[in-house]
Every structure is written in C-alpha cells, then in structure tokens.
C-alpha cells in the first residue's frame, strides 16, 4: 500500500498492518517463538537487527513508540510543549533510547506486552481518529511537528513500524527454517 496521504488512508493502513502483523504472529510456531533471533546471517548494519532477541522485543519496541505519539501528542494539544524524543535524546541517539526501551521490558512476559500493545494500538488509532484531515496532513499545522506533518508521525509508528516488525519476524522464521 502507497504510504497515506490523507486520515482515511492512514487509518486503513494502520489497521491493516496491525492485522497482518496479529495473524503473523498467530502462525508463529513454538520453534519460532522459543528461537532467539539471530540474523548475524543477513548482514545488516541497522542496530535492531542486532538489539532485538525475540518476539517480546518487537513488540515492546512498538509499544513504547505508540506511547511516545501518544504522550507526545497530548501534551502539545492541550499546550504543554513536549519534544517527540525525551530528553537527553535527539535523532542522532535515539538508538540508545531505543536500547533503554528494550532493557526496560527484559522481565516484562510476552503476554502482558501483547496487551498492553493491543491497548496502545486502540489508543493511537482512537487519538487519530479524533483529528481532523487537515490537523493530521497540513505541513506545519502544527508548531510542535516543525515542518512534518503530525500524519507523518503516526504513520511512522503505525503503519510503517508495523511494516518493519513483519519483516523482522518473515525473516527469523526464514532463519530458522519455519513455514
């Protein structure tokens, strides 16, 4: 699906990918999930594919991005200025923040982030669902979203995120030799 370009589109690719990621998962055979992931085989240099051990992680990963929307989102609409990144991290180390997320959920079960994914996903496309076209995709609508559009934020942990997690999981299943 071409990347959204407008609210109606943004939410059919959201849920779209959502879904396609939860029927992924579902087919996931015990092989695949008891598996550490290890994809040293690939060669890639994007850090993630050295940072996440297994389905927990991805999950986790999304997660803690639809929280960063989220909170981030909030607080600038009711006036609070917020940057999207927490301090002390920018877009140049937002890779360590993403290894403080994963270390946070070490002892976090597979079952409860499943859940609390599922609560964050409803949240994010309830939050989308209550702006406007023009609020999500006018370029700088918003002062808080600089010259990107608020859409473009959530189609980034939405959408996208969602994209990237099935092909990290296509992939472990390859690995290792799974359906």
Same mark, same amino acid.
């Given at each position: 699906m071409?990347?959204?370009?407008?609210k109606e589109e943004l939410i059919i690719a959201s849920e779209e990918g959502y879904k396609k990621l939860k029927e992924f998962i579902g087919t996931m055979s015990k092989a695949e #999930?008891?598996?550490p992931f290890d994809f040293s085989s690939l060669n890639k240099k994007e850090a993630h594919w050295n940072r996440d051990?297994? #389905?927990r992680d991805v999950l986790a990963h999304l997660y803690e991005w +639809?929280? !960063?929307l989220l909170c981030w989102t909030e607080?600038? !609409?009711n006036g609070e200025h917020q940057p999207f990144l927490p301090e002390p991290y920018n877009w140049k180390t937002y890779g360590e923040m993403n290894i403080t997320f994963f270390n946070k +959920?070490?002892?976090?079960d597979l079952t409860e982030i499943s859940e609390a994914l599922e609560e964050s996903h409803k949240a994010v496309m309830n939050t989308a669902d209550m702006l406007t076209d023009e609020q999500l995709f006018a370029k700088?609508?918003?002062k808080w979203t600089g010259t990107t559009s608020l859409g473009s934020y959530f189609i980034s942990v939405t959408s996208s995120h969602y994209d990237w997690a099935l092909k990290k999981l296509k992939a472990h299943r390859k690995i290792i030799g799974g359906k």
């Open positions: 071409p990347r959204p370009k407008n #999930l008891d598996t051990k297994n #389905l +639809h929280k !960063l607080a600038n !609409l +959920h070490q002892s976090t700088s609508f918003y």
